[in-house]
Every structure is written in C-alpha cells, then in structure tokens.
Nanobody, 124 residues
Framework: QVQLVESGGGLVQVGGSLKLSCAAS????????MGWFRQAPGKERSFVAA????????YSADSVTGRFTISRDNAKTTVYLQMNSLKLEDTAVYYC?????????????????WGPGTQVTVSS
C-alpha cells in the first residue's frame, strides 16, 4: 500500500516556474515506478512524465519535453516535477501516481495508487 500527497501547486504567470512534490508513505517506495498526470477542466487525464523505480530512466509527453523534468529521491520517498516556461495550456490539476512495476507507462490504467492532486494555474 502506498499513499501519495502532492504539494507545490499554485498560481504562476506565463513563463514562470513551479516545482511539484509528491510525498509517498510506505517503505517500498523504491519498488514503484512513478508518474505525473494532469487533468484540465472538461478534459481527460493525460500523461505528463514518468520515472523508473531506480530513477535511471525518465519519459515525458511531447508537450512538456524540454520544459518539465521528473526526478525522485528514494531516501526521502518523494518524486518531483520541475516545471519551467509554463504556458496557459499547462493549467490543470496535477496528480502523481505509483506503479508496482519497474518500468514506466503513459497510461493511467497502469498505475495502482494516486494522490488527490494539486492545482496549477498559469495566468497571463
């Protein structure tokens, strides 16, 4: 069992930066691949980025590649999403998710645990 809690969301202007954190409970955090997803009003939940349980491999959606970076600190049982050069279309609720498997996935159905989400609003 893994419990996830996101933090770090907020209001930021276009071009600004935010760093999201996702704190996980449970001593087996290092055995989970982690992912970030987002959901804008009226849209389906979509993949943002994912990282393997060792942190050796990351994968991100084309829309955020070069702007967002996923990382993890297994000692702190925390995964991060550094978001730079934010755009209006990045506005969404951001969720972190844990997958009881070593490899990454961009499909929400492949993840076993989810956090409640944190709101990110990008304004002009």
């Amino acid at each position: 069992q893994v419990q996830l809690v996101e933090s770090g969301g907020g209001l930021v202007q276009v071009g600004g930066s935010l760093k999201l954190s996702c704190a996980a409970s449970g001593r087996t955090f290092s055995r989970y691949a982690m992912g970030w997803f987002r959901q804008a009003p009226g849209k389906e939940r979509s993949f943002v980025a994912a990282i393997t349980w060792t942190g050796s491999t990351t994968y991100s959606a084309d829309s955020v590649t070069g702007r967002f970076t996923i990382s993890r600190d297994n000692a702190k049982t925390t995964v991060y999403l550094q978001m730079n050069s934010l755009k209006l279309e990045d506005t969404a609720v951001y969720y972190c998710a844990a997958r009881a498997f070593s490899g990454t996935s961009d499909r929400p159905i492949d993840y076993d645990y989810w956090g409640p989400g944190t709101q990110v609003t990008v304004s002009s």
